[in-house]
């Protein structure tokens, strides 16, 4: 590969494979990638709170980001678990607002900022982009609401199998007969993602793991029996 060439991968590496821009030509995605400076983030550290609110558009190219709210009695909701190639922020734009929700780094984060102006210029006056960026926040929408029904009228074990099925699902093998899915989070991020408490969630798990039903290691859950969970998610 040339040294342009390298240099064109560089500037373009964050939001290549991101699927709203799976069919750009080069000149796009350059102009895209010059209007989106990329940062990183560590495990745990917050991207957006309500208290530095700033209206950007973020295009997650590596690692996980956990979208969640807290209630007056200060009891978390997982709004939304983002994986790379895809996008999240505070954008009235997209008719999507963060409010008082905050994300945070659930492993090292690499994103790619983009302002309001140029969401508008580059993205929204793209109607290939629009419509995609369009369908991601419906999902979205439709997964938030079964999160909401699942923290009313789910128990706690329910809860966490659900969460492990969806991370599982997320990190499954697409080889045909390859290793059993493993979810890297902790106990805490576990709980985390599900609503309830450390203490809790690692006493289901290990109850979870007794029946065989996943196995336990530092930082790493291995689902062993994804039928035997989807029975516990109920």
């Known amino acids: 590969m040339t040294q342009a060439a390298d240099e064109g991968a560089e500037r373009t590496w964050c939001i290549s494979e991101v699927d709203i821009f799976r069919d750009l ?64 922020g505070e954008m009235v734009l997209l008719g999507q607002r963060m409010y008082d929700n905050f994300a945070e780094a659930l492993d090292d984060v690499t994103v790619c900022v983009m302002s309001r102006a140029d969401v508008g210029r580059l993205l929204l006056s793209d109607a290939r982009i629009a419509a995609r960026i369009t369908e991601i926040l419906g999902r979205r929408l439709t997964d938030l609401e079964q999160r909401l029904s699942d923290s009313v009228f789910k128990s706690v074990p329910q809860r966490v199998a659900t969460t492990l099925l969806t991370l599982a699902a997320q990190s499954r093998p697409r080889i045909f007969g390859g290793r059993s899915p493993e979810i890297a989070l902790t106990h805490q991020q576990v709980a985390a993602l599900a609503g309830t408490s450390r203490e809790t969630t690692t006493k289901v798990l290990r109850e979870f793991a007794d029946g065989g039903l996943i196995r336990l290691a530092r930082s790493r859950i291995t689902v062993l029996d994804p039928g035997g969970l989807t029975d516990e998610a109920g």
């Open 25 to 88: 030509d080069a000149r796009e995605m350059d102009a895209i990638a010059a209007a989106a400076p990329m940062k990183t983030y560590g495990t745990g550290e917050l991207l957006y709170s309500s208290s530095q609110p700033s209206e950007v558009l973020f295009i997650l190219k590596k690692g996980r980001v956990r979208i969640f709210r807290v209630s007056p009695e200060g009891r978390a909701l997982t709004c939304a678990l983002i994986e790379p190639g895809t996008i999240f």
